[in-house]
């Protein structure tokens, strides 16, 4: 098989503890450098921490494997200082096919409306990100990679949890204060802890290649319902990167894995899928099943599940990675404060009831997917047919058409950290709503609401003239910086420039106003993650402070 | 009134913060009401449901626009 991309072989070092013979302490040691592990550790690390990320191989992903990374983790990867090299790579899509046997059904158009920055998904495959992510760690000096670094024993007590770890050179022990956990969802080391992971294994059996090949298809996503080249199954085309498509066949259950993965048996499919003799390589094939299922809490004492060894869900709708790097921007603020002494352990419970949350809706809507692309019974396959028939002449029926939702952050609007609104709102900007983007305009250049947002709690103050500020608001806004848990102010303004010592933000286009339904006066607190805490009509610093107790736990 | 071919669906007192819910809602709802059901009851359930809605609707013409619809695609 040919390759369009090399895979780098990253140096293993042999470890201090080994050379010096001695056991190693740390205050955040993580687990797994995929996705998830090294967002986790960028975000932590970007924060001033400290961290030692442990990795059991010496290279990125084997393999496209995610190949979706959709708008709220280019977010997050934003905060973190490395989507733009993703989406320059990557490839942006909105538009989406629908075919149901000879026929397309329908098309349909991610981008729901204007003004955001990032499109609603890109496609990239997961070593690029991989690639990228180790790129950004490697330029922050208190974070240090261990390749072939392999954990295989784990004692966690009240204060610590302790590491056994194999290298090359022999084994080593360490402890850390916090121990993050993203070895993927298989998971060692929750099998080690014996911890339950509950929920279902769907008969099905899906086989992926991808294939390198000058195709003048375009930039967008096609869907299959039972087509004359597949009968009775359904298959996905993808774009990704540097001519490469990703193809996905449903074969059932009933077929060998090690079979249908050999050369002789994918190249007469991708054949009659395309139809005619063009060339094309493949260049991976795999055979997959997969679980929808979670643990029972993601957080257990010193020790901190995230992504898929904490959830796993069908790979319809692009929730594997998307989910696990949204486990880690709700984790690693929580973290740090805890760490600090500024918040209680408690927090960290919130993490484990917010992500819980957030996973059921994403096995939730995997699972609906799953059961549209493969129905299980006669009844369920007659409905799903009978969609697909009206769905070309019926906008309703197109509604119902699930060949799986993108990937969207979860309204957090139980959490408890949440201030529940006194006041009258209009929109979805309620407390737990993750923020929407807006194009805006600062004196530091930032072009976008969410990249003046995040990494510490926030007042967003509304003004239709940030130049008309009175003394005593902008005395108040400004004193919020001095507190244990600093809230740093930002003016939102139509124009003028708020008064020394405060950021102000232009609002470009008026649509942050509408988004967040601002009046003269509304003040929106924000969390490090970008989702809001509380929201009132006017300025209140005991209201202000009041919400910012209560969404760290010290209330 | 015209038969409403436009997406409809929505559920009182609950709010959906994204336009796929309320169908992906719907539609759940629909498989599970035939969760282990034979052939034969499923057959049953789908006749008493559109027995049931047909008299909710009330509006005999819409109902004749969907008998058609219904009927031109089997």
């Not at chain 1, 890109?122 to 070593?127: D, K, P, S, T, V």
């Not at chain 1, 956990?181 to 060692?188: L, T, Y």
């Not at chain 1, 094309?280 to 055979?287: K, N, Y």
């Not at chain 2, 409403?4 to 669906?9: A, G």
């Amino acid at each position: 098989m040919l390759s369009t991309f090399q895979y780098p072989k990253f140096d293993y070092v042999r470890p201090p503890e080994i050379a010096e013979a001695r056991d190693g302490h740390y205050p955040v040691v993580i687990v797994g450098a995929g996705p998830v592990g090294l967002t986790a550790a960028i975000d932590l690390a970007q924060q001033g921490q400290r961290v030692l990320l442990l990795d059991n191989d010496d290279t990125v992903s084997i393999g496209s494997r995610g190949v979706c990374y959709a708008k709220r983790t280019l977010e997050v990867l934003d905060r973190l200082g490395c989507a733009e090299e993703m989406v320059q790579k990557g490839v942006s899509w909105n538009v989406g096919r629908t075919f149901f046997r000879e026929e397309e059904v329908f098309n349909f158009n991610l981008c729901p409306e204007p003004d955001h920055h990032r499109p609603g998904m890109i496609n990239l495959q997961q070593y690029y990100l991989e690639d990228d992510l180790i790129k950004r760690a490697r330029l922050l000096p208190n974070l240090e990679i261990r390749f072939r670094n392999n954990v295989i024993g784990v004692t966690p007590d009240a204060e610590k949890a302790t590491l056994r770890v194999e290298t090359p050179d022999g084994a080593y022990t360490l402890s850390a204060d916090w121990l993050i956990v993203a070895d993927g969802a298989r998971s060692p080391i929750r099998t080690m802890l014996g911890l339950d992971i509950d929920g279902k294994i769907f008969m099905d059996r899906f086989l992926i290649a991808d294939v390198v090949m000058k195709a003048e298809f375009p930039t967008e996503r096609w869907f299959w319902f039972d087509p004359p080249f597949h009968r009775n199954q359904s298959v996905l085309l993808h774009r990704q990167a540097d001519n490469v498509f990703r193809i996905d066949f449903q074969l059932g259950w009933n077929v060998d894995p090690e079979e249908e993965k050999k050369p002789e048996n994918v190249i007469p499919r991708i054949k009659a899928m395309l139809g005619d003799d063009r060339e094309f390589e493949l260049e991976w094939v795999s055979v997959y099943t997969f679980q929808c299922r979670r643990m029972n809490r993601f957080n257990h004492g010193r020790v901190l599940f995230v992504g898929d060894a904490a959830h796993q869900v069908s790979p319809f709708g692009a929730r594997g990675a998307n989910s696990g790097i949204q486990d880690t921007d709700n984790l690693v603020w929580k973290l740090k404060l805890v760490m600090d002494g500024k918040a209680p352990a408690t927090l960290l419970d919130t993490y484990s009831d917010e992500r819980c949350y957030a996973a059921d809706e994403n096995i939730m809507n995997s699972t609906r997917s799953t059961d549209f692309i493969t129905p299980k019974s006669a009844v369920s396959k007659t409905f799903r047919n009978a969609v697909l028939g009206l769905a070309e002449q019926f906008p309703f029926a197109r509604a119902l058409v699930n060949s799986g939702r993108l990937s969207v952050p979860s309204f957090l609007a139980d959490s408890r950290l949440n201030t529940a609104d006194s006041d009258v709102f209009a929109g979805n900007m309620i407390p737990g709503a993750p923020m929407d983007d807006a194009p805006v305009a600062m004196a530091d250049g930032t072009q976008w609401l969410l990249g003046a947002a995040g990494n510490c709690f926030q007042l967003l103050h509304y003004i239709p003239d940030a130049g008309a500020l009175d003394a005593a608001s902008a005395q108040a806004l400004r004193s919020l910086i001095d507190a244990p848990i600093p809230v740093e102010a930002i003016v939102v303004a139509e124009r003028g420039t708020a008064p020394a010592g405060l950021k102000t933000l232009i609002d470009a286009k008026g649509r942050v106003r509408e988004r967040y339904d601002l009046r003269e006066g509304t003040s929106y607190l924000v969390r490090p993650d970008q989702h809001v805490a509380a929201r009132w009509r006017a300025l209140d610093l005991a209201q202000v402070r009041a919400a910012v107790a209560r969404a760290t736990c010290n209330a | 009134m015209a038969l409403n071919t436009q997406p409809n669906l929505h559920e009182p007192g609950k709010r959906h913060f994204r336009a796929f819910s309320p169908g992906d809602d719907f539609y759940e709802a629909l498989i599970a009401t035939h969760r282990d059901l034979t052939d034969e009851q499923s057959a049953m359930v789908n006749a008493r449901l559109i027995l049931l809605l047909a008299n909710h609707i009330g509006d005999i013409s819409v109902l004749r626009e969907a008998m058609q619809i219904a009927r031109e695609g089997a």
